[in-house]
């Protein structure tokens, strides 16, 4: 059974930090890439940041470049993001998916993805 389990979500204050982790399991982890995407109510879900296992290349939104930092323990099967200096506007669903085209260029679109996360709530407080 594929699972995508995000987790290290909360409240936080304006400035501070959080590490969300996407723990995959029931496919070949190192054959995707493993992107963040975030969702408000009512609107797009749009990628935050991904990362190719097959060349470790990543990308960031412009939104979130010099704030957030993504990694990937293979050993683990585990994607995090490293989310500093955190904003109101960082107030989202956070879900992981991972991708077997294994491009960090699908993380301009959300759809295509294999598999999912349920999401994991973000919320910073100004």
């Known amino acids: 059974e594929v699972q995508l389990v995000e987790s290290g979500g909360g409240l936080v204050q304006a400035g501070g930090s959080l590490r969300l982790s996407c723990a995959a399991s029931?496919?070949?982890?190192?054959?995707?890439?493993i992107g963040w995407f975030r969702q408000a109510p009512g609107k797009e879900r749009e990628g935050v940041s991904c990362?190719?296992?097959?060349?470790?290349?990543?990308y960031y939104d412009d939104s979130v470049k010099g704030r957030f930092t993504i990694s990937s323990d293979n050993a683990k099967n585990t994607v995090y993001l490293q989310m500093n200096s955190l904003k109101p506007e960082d107030t989202d669903v956070y879900y992981c998916?991972?991708?077997?085209?294994?491009?960090?260029?699908?993380?301009?679109?959300?759809?295509?993805?294999?598999?999912w996360g349920q999401g994991t709530q973000v919320t910073v407080s100004s």
């Open positions: 029931g496919f070949t982890f190192d054959d995707y890439a």
């Open positions: 998916a991972a991708d077997r085209k294994n491009t960090v260029v699908a993380c301009f679109d959300s759809f295509g993805w294999d598999y």
């Open positions: 990362i190719s296992s097959s060349d470790g290349s990543t």
